[in-house]
């Protein structure tokens, strides 16, 4: 939940509260943008089989932390402890399912296109990528759009939901553990009225939401207000 200033997650079968964060200042918001951008400078210029020798290691850290993320998970969201070790797994599988054909996925190919003298298509990155994530699968929804925009030679920053904040956390922490020291993978900890002003700022270049439809039409007016590609993903009031 947010409280005053705060991203606070509370144990929903304890009702406990389990964890505080402060929310970031405007400027340690741009202070991290800046960071994400600088590293995209970089980051666009590796190989596909540089990205995918550290998807796979980053894989592997989470395979170490399996654990301890399952029981986190658990925590944040009352998840049974055996769907919450799934959703690290299915999060592994995707890692590496990416790593496998990264290759293949961003390999250019040509185009028959009749009159065309020549036509072709290519992968180009755009820049940083905010994302934003649901409480539901606070890891899983994380990972399925971070790993195609890093692969892609994107840097992301990611916003997990204000109720699972511990979680976001260590997802940055794990990336790190795996290579990503640059600013390559951001957490971000904002408000929701801290959402406007990141997606509106001119170095994020691309915004991806998974949530409510009423969180999706708010950020899909401000795409649009600052000309920003989205993708979004609309649910319900049924988290589960």
């Known amino acids: 939940m947010q409280s005053e200033g705060k991203a606070c997650s509370t144990n929903p079968f304890t009702g406990e509260t389990v964890g505080e964060q402060n929310f970031l200042s405007k400027d340690e918001i741009n202070k991290r943008i800046q960071q994400s951008w600088d590293a995209f400078c970089k980051w666009r210029r590796t190989s596909p089989t540089e990205r995918k020798n550290m998807f796979n290691k980053f894989a592997d850290i989470l395979e170490k932390h399996k654990d301890k993320l399952a029981k986190t998970i658990t925590l944040e969201t009352g998840k049974v402890i055996t769907q919450a070790r799934r959703e690290v ?37 755009l820049g940083p990528i905010f994302n934003m994530s649901s409480y539901n699968y606070p890891l899983f929804q994380n990972i399925r759009r971070a790993i195609p925009a890093l692969l892609m030679g994107n840097t992301v920053l990611s916003r997990s939901s204000s109720l699972t904040p511990q979680i976001g956390m260590m997802i940055e922490e794990l990336y790190q553990e795996a290579g990503f020291k640059n600013g390559e993978f951001l957490n971000l900890i904002s408000s929701q009225d801290q959402t406007e002003m990141i997606i509106c700022n001119s170095k994020i270049r691309g915004v991806a939401y998974v949530g409510s439809l009423s969180g999706g039409q708010a950020v899909g007016s401000f795409a649009g207000k600052c000309s920003k590609k989205l993708i979004t993903e609309n649910g319900s009031n049924d988290t589960f």
Do not use: V
């Not at 290759?103 to 990155?125: G, V």
């Open 89 to 125: 797994e299915k999060s592994i599988e995707f890692i590496r399912y990416y790593s496998q054909n990264a290759e293949e996925f961003l390999k250019p190919c040509d185009l028959n296109i009749p009159d065309a003298k020549k036509c072709y298509l290519r992968f180009e990155p």
